[in-house]
């Protein structure tokens, strides 16, 4: 059997790098090592893609959803649900923290998980190339109004943003720079065709146009040349700046919660060690994700992290769902199922602005915290669903439980999960209330299967379960 | 600051989704409405005729008695400039105020902010639906927010009988705040807290409550219900939220627009009647609002996406009556085929709050607006 701190630390690598494990999922990656499990979640390829076919033939209207809600919010959550390739998915709803895009402009579910289609694909690759891709990405370019960026009308959205928000942080240009950086990517637009009612939109494309770009001399951080859109990339991601803000977001989303990113440029990092550490990687790598993720988890202050992180909703719903299981078939009911997350203040594909989540502490309202609680606990709660009678049965093999055995038993294999002695205190009384658990007849198993899913409803709603 | 009995409360009622202006105050009288509306129309024979101008599709009877009791004020052509024509920008513009930058505090929350500063009633204000709509939200400012029923309100809603007490007590005991755990758990403690108190405030609503109204069985009679109950209880509620949709009718218009508005007109007429059998209808207002209007022509089987729409006040205290002008129908005056907006939705604002909840509007909707006069 694993040793009680691997099984501790494996569960924190597969809550950060993907949503969570299973009991079982994290003996089978323990007996094959931390490390060689890091390389099997970088190495995405080698596992079997999310099944499509299945999507469309439950759900058709999730395949080209069009504007409206909540057709794509399914579809994204089918893919979070069944992925066997954790780390794809989640490094997808990373790009979506940064390169935030919504659904309110874009009013498009189609372009918007295509945009999420090339997070899966490059998001653990070259982050240039990514970058690159972005800037001719036609939901972006819609969303921050590139379309409108004429040769002789410059649009200043996206030449700012990219600096702001996608590359360099604020602090990092001059408003010169933004307005050198929006004059290269003039003629950056796409084309747009006429809708084919009643049978959807056409996808949108790229495309560039010549005669209305500004082919003029430019000058931007400290260059001088005739720039056009890519040369500006290629000098930004040469930037130090470029590094250490990258890799912020990295440390934000998978290691440990940083301020708010407007706090940036007047806030040091949690960690600047770490961030000097996953820079140098980034650098030394070409922009390459995979070598700077694979030194991230390997590292010490990553190991160190545990329960650093507020969950954000996506990871409350998606983990919460895969540990239970049963919900691995889109059936009806899936759309409301995916509404969740937005319940809880994140409403995927639709980010309130270009600025994305604020995360930590603010996912957190009066609302909020309620609809996290009763989401997992309705989930953990019910002893149909295969995850939840796994965790009975690895306990019911135990044999009959003490109320300490109950509270730790739950306590591990909900995790494990760690907490606070006043909260122990609190769930130990509750089980000394109930008395030994036990399976041992009709009767007594009946009353086990319930104080177990009691107790566990009890430990999703405690404040410690909300981190990761 | 606790309130009593008789402050002012104000309801707010979304018709999400693009409620179609054209459809819900028709300008009878006027050949454009007709030329428009081929496919989507209102014959004449279902019209109620308010005055000589307009009326409103028989699918709204229940409005009727109110205009008639001159308690219903019309608020035409409401909107902003450079409608963006998208539900969630626009609902977002609504909810913030802000239709140039993207807004970060709700008008609401803002107001509830304004009420009670030291939150010393977590139930100030109480959102009926899943999803925190962003006029409520201000960090910090708490919200009761009821998924589901009233009566399930609360933490843990699937531990039910005498287990029940004791396992929130335990959660109670577990979000107390607890020296040097930090200040993140210090406030999921607060907020953990503060929900558990407005549970058990609000659970004492439904228990209170008997009436002879009968309640449609719909899901916004459902809310409409909630919000009575609650308001009767005397808890201190200033502001109550709920919504109703989606008014998106792109297709199928007739009967879709018809069935959303029975049931929004009938839950409001069985809550006003409830609201005046416990004698506490004098101290409330009802803001039906929807985030645009549609566009004048119709699609052939329903409306697209449009700009200038309508909101409605109803209340006791409320002077019935229009307020405003429809904006003109004639393709010259139209922008992109849609009514040019003449009313600014933060002159609606301020007149609810200068007038109705007595706080100041400019900090609340960003700027100071002109007052249609539709209360005292």
């Keep these: 059997m694993a040793h009680q701190d691997d099984i501790a630390l494996m569960a924190h690598l597969m809550r950060r790098a993907g949503f969570g494990a299973g009991r079982d999922e994290l003996e089978a990656r323990v007996a094959k090592g931390y490390e060689a499990t890091v390389e099997e979640l970088l190495h995405r390829e080698a596992q079997p893609p999310v099944d499509a076919y299945t999507l469309l033939r439950y759900q058709p209207a999730s395949l080209l959803p069009g504007g409206q809600p909540p057709m794509g919010n399914l579809n994204w959550m089918y893919y979070l649900v069944n992925t066997k390739r954790p780390l794809e998915e989640k490094t997808a709803l990373f790009w979506h923290h940064v390169f935030a895009t919504g659904n309110s402009k874009v009013d498009n579910y189609d372009q918007l998980l295509e945009q999420i289609e090339i997070f899966r694909q490059r998001g653990l690759g070259s982050y240039r190339d990514l970058l690159l891709e972005m800037a001719k990405n036609p939901t972006m370019i819609f969303w921050l109004d590139n379309n409108q960026n004429h040769g002789k009308a410059v649009n200043e959205n996206w030449g700012r943003e990219l600096l702001e928000l996608f590359s360099l942080g604020a602090g990092n240009y001059t408003e010169k720079d933004v307005r050198e950086s929006s004059r290269a990517f003039t003629g950056w637009t796409f084309e747009t065709k006429i809708p084919r009612a009643p049978y959807g939109r056409f996808p949108w494309k790229f495309e560039y146009r010549p005669e209305d770009h500004d082919d003029g001399e430019k000058e931007f951080l400290g260059h001088k040349g005739r720039f056009n859109g890519e040369d500006i990339i290629n000098i930004i991601v040469q930037q130090p700046a470029c590094a250490r803000f990258i890799c912020r977001h990295l440390y934000n989303f998978f290691v440990a919660d940083e301020a708010q990113v407007p706090a940036w440029p007047i806030e040091q990092p949690r960690d600047p060690k770490a961030i000097d550490t996953l820079a140098g990687t980034f650098k030394d790598s070409n922009f390459d994700m995979t070598a700077t993720l694979r030194v991230l988890f390997n590292s010490d202050f990553f190991k160190n992290a545990r329960f650093q992180h507020m969950k954000s909703p996506a990871e409350v719903v998606v983990g919460t769902l895969r540990l239970v299981g049963g919900h691995e078939l889109p059936r009806p009911g899936y759309g409301e199922l995916s509404m969740n997350t937005a319940y809880m203040g994140q409403d995927l594909l639709n980010p309130p602005s270009v600025e994305g989540w604020h995360t930590g502490k603010e996912w957190i309202n009066s609302g909020s915290l309620m609809a996290r609680v009763n989401f997992c606990a309705e989930k953990i709660g019910d002893p149909a669903l295969p995850g939840v009678r796994a965790i009975i049965n690895r306990l019911k093999a135990k044999g009959t439980l003490s109320p300490d055995q109950l509270v730790d038993g739950c306590l591990d294999l909900l995790g494990p999960v760690e907490i606070g002695a006043d909260t122990r205190k609190e769930l130990a009384a509750q089980a000394t209330a109930w008395g030994q658990t036990s399976w041992d007849n009709d009767s007594n198993a009946k009353l086990a299967d319930l104080h177990t899913s009691q107790m566990l409803q009890l430990i999703v709603a405690t404040r410690e379960y909300q981190f990761a | ?340 907006p003449n009313m600014d939705f933060r002159s609606v604002y301020s007149t609810i709050l200068d007038k109705w909840l007595k706080v100041n509007p400019a900090p609340i909707v960003n700027g100071t607006f002109e007052q249609p006069a539709f209360l005292n």
């Design chain 2, 1 to 340: 600051m606790p309130a009593t009995e008789k402050d002012p409360v104000v309801v707010v009622l979304q018709l999400t989704g693009g409620n179609d202006y054209l459809n819900t105050v028709i300008p009878y009288n006027n050949p454009l409405y007709r030329d428009g509306r081929a496919a989507v129309g209102i014959p004449d024979n279902q019209i109620m005729h308010l005055d000589k101008d307009y009326g409103i599709p028989h699918y709204m009877a229940p409005l009727k008695q109110f205009w008639d009791e001159d308690k219903l004020a019309i608020l035409h052509g409401v909107g902003y400039p450079n409608s963006p024509r998208s539900h969630f920008r626009s609902m977002d513009i609504w909810h913030t105020c802000e239709p140039e930058k993207v807004g970060t505090e709700g008008w609401l929350g803002r107001v509830a902010r304004e009420f009670d500063p030291n939150k010393e009633n977590v139930v100030t204000t109480v959102n009926f639906g899943p999803c925190l709509p962003r006029s409520l939200v201000v960090q910090d400012v708490p919200v009761a927010c009821v998924a589901g029923a009233l009566e399930k309100y609360g933490f843990l809603p699937t531990i039910q009988g005498e287990q029940r007490l004791q396992v929130l007590n335990r959660f109670s005991q577990m979000y107390q705040p607890a020296l040097g755990t930090g200040p993140v758990m210090d406030y999921l403690g607060t907020t953990g807290l503060d929900s558990l108190k407005g549970e058990d405030i609000l659970k004492v609503a439904p228990l209170k409550y008997s009436s002879t109204v009968t309640y449609p069985n719909t899901s916004i009679a459902r809310k409409l219900k909630g919000i009575a109950q609650v308001h009767f209880a005397d808890l201190g509620s200033r502001i109550f939220y709920c919504d109703h949709g989606t008014f998106d009718t792109h297709a199928g218009q007739n009967p879709g627009h018809g069935n959303l508005w029975s049931a929004v007109t009938e839950g409001l007429d069985a809550f006003m009647k409830d609201l005046r059998e416990h004698n506490h209808a004098d101290n409330v207002i009802v803001l039906m609002f929807s985030e645009f209007g549609r566009r004048v022509q119709d699609n052939g089987s329903g409306t697209d996406h449009g700009a200038g729409g309508v909101a409605f006040v109803l209340g006791e205290k409320v002077k019935g009556g229009h307020y405003g002008e429809m904006p003109s129908l004639k393709p010259e005056h139209l922008v992109q085929g849609d009514l040019n």
